[in-house]
């Protein structure tokens, strides 16, 4: 039964055909390419269900796969690991593959009303990009080495940094564009090291398996394998120092704080690409990368308290800034990054299940609303600004159902998917600092606060953009959108609606029916992998390791965790009902007043990382260049002045008149032969 | 047999001639004989030392440095030649041109 996993590789190889065709005939092409996406990406859809339906169905060694594909640096007796690409299925990452493609092949077809009804030129580069992405984020996904990984975890940073600049002509596109590509490259920089050192330490860089690194690293610390460490440092220490390495390229792609600040820039590029890229899938690379190497981390309780307080600081530092954003793509911007940062909380909070299922129903729910924001903006004429808008609930009844669909699950009202998974995230979190990690009580805390203001903002999005009465003239008239923007909206909407049923786990706490389909899915992998939830629960367990206990809070608190997240969603939403729901919306957040203008700058994190650039690392450099310029310079200027000053005296024994030198020839000899009968004893 | 030594101080004294004609005259012809002279004063000294040595190794190094100095000769008196040509003169002082 290995015939489909035979087929992985073409997962990722069909969008890359599909760039290559939309690169070079795509101008000849009837959608410019579009058509060739869609076929590419469908295809990859119908490959990936094959696999993930395989993994579900088959038992033991067969649920999964892992080969190398192609090795192009052999490794020898001086250099003992081999560097190589290859194929790792198991349930994460089939699953993984399926979200990919089916975000994908959806925004695809969006893209035909976004781009190609309304006119864009240039759209073959579109296209390309779009393939260009979906091939290296899918091989991301399938990756079995962290090197393989990074490769990939680089060409989607490109992918991202070509399409946010589609619109080049436009001042803010290319600048957002490079802005991303700088913070992201910040954080890939720490990641490349942390490669590097996990290369240096295991030798290898497998994810699953007995070879791999990180069960290399648990059988080191239980003190049967010996590795390398480096700067003098323990076992455990030095995994952890590797581990936040690595996690530096995680904050940088996933926009956790503090780099976070290009994510809402990136707005700047074409929505069905904020959709695809800045929502679901890439941003999500971070995020899948700490899950795909959970093993390691669950080694080093440092390490997850460092993520857990990264993500639920993130969580609550980016909802508040979506509170106060005028536009609507920079609220699902910061609601993103805040979705992230919940993530990273429950990875961090010993919640693999719960970070997996939360990452599931965001890339859904969260491409629904982009995709929905898209088709607002096409109505719109490209405007905006949520306070033109106003009304558009029955003008586009298809859009707002759906995207009302997107809210309640972001904003986590039951019984839509964000509940769930929200849900879980904090209630992993919460039980696990209950038990033996207090300090992830304080990420819990900031994580539950959050949930408020996500509803705040979430609804106050919603009643400000179709709510009330037309605030301006393309308000009361919408542009309509065609089959291509609703049929993708539809598919989402009931996806966001009911994916929650896939891990019901309070309801089966209460009831014991056996419905935690995604737990139970994300542990078919094969045992030899090592990479199936409950060993990663016994690592977590294991007080030599990560020492996570659960708390048993039973019944009780599950249902006070279950009502304390709804009810703080449904007061912010409930607010924002009071506030916004009304014909005449006016801006309450004015009443904020100081603050509303700290909210609207951010934080003045922008101007903080300008201040970085030009206050420190300039004059760091100016002097750096006047060192090299005066003292280095200054050596080396300094021995060829001796030089030419004391060849221009010398030169003047020169005199060109042959007797002299005949003469000097003969003194030298005479001082030769004096010199040699002194030194010699000749007289 | 004439002693050795006697071969030396003839030699030296050739030499000595040689290079007295090279610091004080000022002649191209005389340099080029001054040169001569001080190539047989070596060429002496072989001799003098195979003779005493009774190797003949010595004697075929003269015959060496004799073919030499013809060669010597020749592309010296074709610098002459030139050095006349563009200078008028063969004095050797006069042309200081081949310097810094």
């Given at each position: 039964?290995?015939?489909?996993?035979d087929?992985?590789p073409?997962?990722?190889?069909?969008?890359?055909?599909?760039f290559?065709?939309a690169?070079?005939?795509g101008k000849?092409l009837?959608?410019?390419?579009a058509?060739?996406?869609?076929a590419?990406?469908g295809?990859?859809?119908?490959?990936?269900?094959?696999?993930?339906?395989?993994?579900?169905?088959?038992?033991?060694?067969?649920?999964?796969?892992?080969?190398t594909?192609y090795?192009?640096l052999?490794?020898?007796?001086?250099?003992?690991f081999?560097?190589?690409?290859?194929?790792?299925?198991?349930p994460l990452?089939a699953?993984?593959?399926?979200?990919?493609?089916?975000?994908?092949f959806?925004?695809?077809?969006f893209?035909?009303?976004?781009?190609?009804d309304e006119?864009?030129?240039?759209?073959?580069?579109?296209?390309?990009?779009?393939?260009?992405?979906?091939f290296?984020m899918?091989?991301?996904v399938?990756a079995s080495?962290?090197?393989?990984a990074?490769?990939?975890?680089e060409?989607?940073?490109l992918?991202?940094?070509?399409?946010?600049?589609f619109?080049?002509?436009e001042a803010?596109?290319p600048?957002?564009a490079?802005?991303?590509?700088?913070?992201?490259?910040?954080?890939?920089?720490f990641?490349?090291?942390?490669?590097?050192?996990?290369f240096?330490t295991f030798g290898?860089?497998a994810?699953?398996?007995?070879e791999?690194?990180?069960?290399?690293?648990?059988?080191?610390?239980?003190?049967?394998h010996?590795v390398?460490?480096?700067?003098g440092?323990?076992?455990?220490?030095?995994?952890?120092v590797?581990?936040?390495?690595?996690?530096?390229?995680?904050?940088?792609?996933?926009?956790?704080?503090?780099?976070?600040?290009?994510?809402?820039?990136a707005?700047?590029?074409?929505?069905?690409?904020?959709?695809?890229?800045h929502?679901?899938?890439?941003?999500?690379?971070?995020?899948f990368?700490?899950?795909?190497?959970?093993?390691?981390?669950?080694?080093s309780?440092?390490?997850l308290?460092v993520i857990a307080f990264?993500?639920?600081f993130?969580?609550?530092?980016?909802?508040t800034?979506?509170?106060v954003?005028?536009?609507?793509?920079?609220?699902l911007?910061?609601?993103?990054?805040?979705q992230?940062?919940y993530?990273?909380?429950a990875?961090g909070?010993?919640?693999y299940?719960?970070?997996?299922?939360?990452?599931?129903?965001?890339?859904?729910?969260?491409?629904?609303?982009f995709?929905?924001a898209?088709?607002?903006?096409i109505a719109?004429h490209?405007?905006?600004?949520?306070w033109?808008?106003?009304?558009?609930k029955d003008?586009?009844?298809?859009t707002?159902?759906?995207?009302?669909a997107?809210?309640?699950?972001?904003a986590?009202?039951?019984?839509?998917?964000?509940?769930?998974?929200?849900?879980?995230?904090l209630?992993?979190?919460?039980?696990?600092?209950?038990?033996?990690?207090?300090?992830?009580?304080?990420?819990?805390t900031?994580?539950?606060?959050?949930?408020a203001?996500?509803?705040?903002?979430?609804?106050?999005?919603?009643?400000?953009?179709?709510?009330?009465k037309?605030?301006t003239?393309?308000?009361?008239?919408?542009e309509?959108?065609?089959?291509?923007?609703?049929?993708?909206l539809?598919?989402?909407g009931?996806?966001?609606?009911?994916?929650?049923a896939?891990?019901?786990v309070?309801i089966k706490k209460?009831?014991?029916?056996d419905i935690?389909?995604?737990h139970?899915f994300?542990?078919?992998?094969?045992e030899?992998f090592?990479?199936?939830?409950?060993h990663?629960?016994?690592?977590l367990?294991n007080?030599?390791f990560?020492?996570?206990?659960a708390?048993d809070?039973?019944?009780?608190?599950?249902l006070?965790?279950a009502?304390?997240?709804?009810?703080?969603?449904l007061?912010?939403?409930?607010?924002?009902?009071?506030?916004?729901?009304?014909?005449e919306?006016?801006?309450h957040?004015?009443?904020?007043?100081?603050?509303?203008?700290?909210?609207?700058?951010?934080?003045y994190?922008?101007?903080f990382?300008v201040?970085?650039?030009?206050g420190?690392?300039?004059?760091?450099?100016?002097?750096?260049?006047t060192?090299?310029?005066?003292i280095?310079?200054?050596?080396?200027?300094?021995i060829?002045?001796?030089?030419r000053?004391?060849?221009?005296?010398?030169r003047?024994?020169?005199?060109?008149?042959v007797r002299?030198?005949?003469?000097?020839?003969t003194?030298?000899?005479?001082?030769l032969?004096?010199?040699?009968?002194?030194?010699?004893?000749?007289? | 047999?004439i002693e050795t030594?006697?071969y030396?101080l003839l030699?030296a004294?050739?030499?000595?001639?040689?290079l007295?004609?090279?610091?004080?005259?000022?002649?191209?012809?005389?340099?080029l004989?001054?040169?001569?002279l001080m190539?047989?004063?070596?060429?002496?000294?072989?001799v003098?030392f195979?003779?005493?040595h009774?190797?003949?190794?010595?004697q075929?190094?003269?015959l060496f440095?004799?073919?030499?100095?013809?060669?010597?000769?020749?592309?010296?008196?074709?610098?002459?030649?030139v050095?006349?040509?563009n200078?008028?003169?063969?004095?050797?002082?006069?042309?200081?041109?081949?310097?810094w």
């Amino acid at each position: 039964m290995t015939g489909i996993y035979d087929l992985v590789p073409a997962i990722a190889l069909l969008p890359l055909v599909s760039f290559v065709v939309a690169l070079f005939a795509g101008k000849y092409l009837p959608k410019k390419g579009a058509l060739a996406g869609i076929a590419a990406t469908g295809g990859s859809l119908v490959l990936s269900l094959l696999v993930a339906l395989t993994v579900a169905t088959s038992d033991g060694a067969n649920a999964g796969y892992n080969e190398t594909l192609y090795t192009f640096l052999e490794g020898s007796s001086s250099a003992p690991f081999s560097l190589e690409l290859g194929v790792l299925v198991d349930p994460l990452s089939a699953l993984m593959l399926v979200i990919v493609s089916l975000i994908s092949f959806l925004v695809h077809v969006f893209s035909l009303g976004y781009m190609n009804d309304e006119g864009e030129t240039g759209l073959p580069r579109y296209y390309a990009g779009l393939g260009l992405f979906s091939f290296s984020m899918l091989a991301f996904v399938f990756a079995s080495n962290i090197l393989m990984a990074f490769m990939f975890f680089e060409l989607v940073g490109l992918c991202s940094y070509l399409l946010i600049g589609f619109w080049f002509r436009e001042a803010g596109p290319p600048s957002a564009a490079k802005k991303a590509f700088l913070v992201t490259r910040f954080g890939d920089y720490f990641f490349l090291v942390g490669v590097v050192a996990i290369f240096a330490t295991f030798g290898t860089g497998a994810f699953a398996g007995s070879e791999s690194f990180p069960h290399l690293a648990e059988q080191a610390l239980h003190g049967e394998h010996a590795v390398n460490t480096f700067l003098g440092l323990g076992e455990q220490a030095w995994f952890t120092v590797i581990g936040l390495l690595v996690l530096g390229g995680v904050m940088g792609k996933s926009a956790q704080f503090p780099l976070h600040t290009w994510l809402p820039d990136a707005m700047e590029g074409p929505t069905p690409v904020s959709a695809l890229i800045h929502a679901a899938t890439m941003v999500a690379a971070g995020v899948f990368l700490v899950a795909r190497m959970y093993g390691f981390y669950a080694l080093s309780p440092t390490a997850l308290g460092v993520i857990a307080f990264v993500g639920g600081f993130t969580a609550l530092f980016a909802a508040t800034m979506g509170v106060v954003k005028q536009e609507l793509k920079q609220v699902l911007a910061y609601s993103t990054i805040s979705q992230y940062g919940y993530m990273m909380l429950a990875l961090g909070g010993g919640g693999y299940v719960a970070a997996v299922f939360h990452l599931t129903t965001h890339a859904v729910f969260k491409a629904l609303l982009f995709l929905g924001a898209g088709s607002v903006i096409i109505a719109m004429h490209h405007n905006e600004n949520m306070w033109d808008m106003g009304g558009l609930k029955d003008r586009m009844p298809v859009t707002y159902w759906t995207f009302l669909a997107g809210s309640l699950a972001l904003a986590g009202i039951f019984p839509f998917a964000g509940f769930w998974s929200k849900d879980e995230v904090l209630y992993e979190t919460l039980i696990h600092g209950l038990g033996e990690s207090p300090l992830l009580l304080g990420g819990y805390t900031m994580g539950l606060l959050a949930v408020a203001f996500t509803g705040f903002y979430t609804f106050r999005m919603v009643f400000l953009t179709f709510h009330g009465k037309p605030r301006t003239e393309v308000a009361e008239d919408p542009e309509p959108v065609r089959w291509n923007v609703k049929g993708p909206l539809v598919v989402l909407g009931v996806l966001a609606t009911t994916l929650g049923a896939i891990n019901m786990v309070p309801i089966k706490k209460l009831t014991g029916a056996d419905i935690d389909y995604l737990h139970q899915f994300l542990d078919y992998g094969p045992e030899a992998f090592l990479t199936n939830v409950h060993h990663y629960g016994e690592l977590l367990e294991n007080p030599e390791f990560a020492g996570y206990g659960a708390a048993d809070i039973g019944t009780t608190g599950l249902l006070v965790s279950a009502a304390l997240s709804l009810g703080l969603a449904l007061a912010g939403a409930g607010l924002a009902y009071r506030l916004y729901n009304v014909p005449e919306p006016v801006e309450h957040t004015d009443r904020l007043g100081r603050l509303k203008t700290l909210l609207m700058h951010n934080y003045y994190q922008d101007e903080f990382q300008v201040w970085l650039a030009t206050g420190l690392t300039v004059p760091v450099a100016k002097a750096a260049d006047t060192f090299d310029q005066s003292i280095i310079d200054g050596v080396v200027d300094g021995i060829s002045t001796v030089s030419r000053f004391a060849g221009r005296g010398v030169r003047r024994i020169q005199t060109g008149v042959v007797r002299n030198y005949a003469a000097l020839l003969t003194l030298g000899l005479v001082l030769l032969v004096a010199f040699f009968g002194v030194t010699g004893g000749w007289f | 047999m004439i002693e050795t030594q006697w071969y030396l101080l003839l030699s030296a004294a050739v030499f000595s001639i040689g290079l007295f004609g090279i610091l004080v005259r000022e002649s191209a012809l005389i340099y080029l004989m001054s040169v001569e002279l001080m190539l047989n004063a070596a060429n002496i000294n072989f001799v003098a030392f195979s003779l005493q040595h009774g190797n003949l190794t010595g004697q075929v190094f003269a015959l060496f440095g004799m073919a030499l100095a013809a060669a010597e000769v020749a592309i010296g008196l074709g610098i002459i030649l030139v050095l006349y040509r563009n200078f008028e003169t063969i004095d050797v002082t006069v042309p200081t041109t081949m310097r810094w």
